[in-house]
């Protein structure tokens, strides 16, 4: 079956965006962070053309937003996007399915369908409700302290306990490549 992947950018301190919304934080993307994206996860760069992971994109309004304000309805066109809101106009673009039904149901029903991995791009609200049909993590750990901002997920205390299935040290950048699955598989 298809897995959710949680694919994100996150300092060390666990936080995805600045208090509003911003990510400049994280600095420009290094060459070697940019180099393994392409490589491994192009998909996730806006325009791309091959896919080798997803072929799907879930984002909660917060962060589909940036891109509205850039004049951007359209952000990920080469994947199915899905965008979860109460309060954006169902017809914002044909090639962006607004979803405002429960994300938890509608994740089950969709790892039934066939096709590639889902790729969760965030935020931390839809992180949070989702916590618990995520399959895998990607977390590219920037050796960054926020000190406050969005967290990974917005979830309440709950510990869980994951796998580790691969750490990559990318290079000058200190930018660490995690990912962990479930610890019963
Ligand atoms: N570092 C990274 O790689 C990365 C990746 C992605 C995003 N981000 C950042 O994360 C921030 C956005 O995160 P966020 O936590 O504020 O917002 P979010 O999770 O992106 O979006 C939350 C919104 O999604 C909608 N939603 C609908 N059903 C929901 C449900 N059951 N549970 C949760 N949300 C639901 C609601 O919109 P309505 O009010 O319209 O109903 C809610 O306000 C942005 O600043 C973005 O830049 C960072």
């Known amino acids: 079956m298809r897995k959710l992947v ?20 994280f600095g420009p993307v290094h060459d070697d962070l940019g180099a ?23 984002m909660g309004r ?4 940036p891109a509205l304000k850039a004049g951007v309805t359209s952000p990920y066109a080469h994947l199915d996007q ?10 914002i673009d044909p090639a962006v399915t607004v979803e405002t039904g429960d994300p938890v ?4 029903e969709l790892k039934q369908r066939p096709g590639r991995d889902i790729w969760l791009c965030g935020g931390g609200a839809l992180a949070a409700t989702l916590r618990d049909e995520i399959d ?5 750990l920037n050796p960054v302290l926020a000190g406050n901002g969005i967290r990974l997920t917005t979830s309440p205390y709950d510990p869980r306990r994951l796998t580790l299935l691969e750490a990559t040290p990318l290079g000058a950048s200190g930018v660490v490549l995690l990912r962990y699955g479930l610890a019963d598989g």
Request: cysteine-free; hydrophobic content about 40%; charged content about 25%.
């Open 6 to 25: 949680y694919y994100v950018a996150s300092s060390l301190d666990g936080f995805i965006a600045a208090p509003d919304g911003s990510w400049d934080f």
């Open 36 to 58: 393994f994206i392409t490589d491994r996860y192009p998909e996730t760069l806006p325009g791309a053309r091959e896919k080798r992971v997803f072929d799907t994109v879930l």
């Open 62 to 65: 917060g962060t589909y937003e």
């Open 82 to 91: 899905y965008v979860f809101s109460s309060t954006i106009d169902p017809g």
């Open 105 to 108: 149901a509608f994740v089950r």
């Open 136 to 140: 895998e993590f990607v977390i590219k």
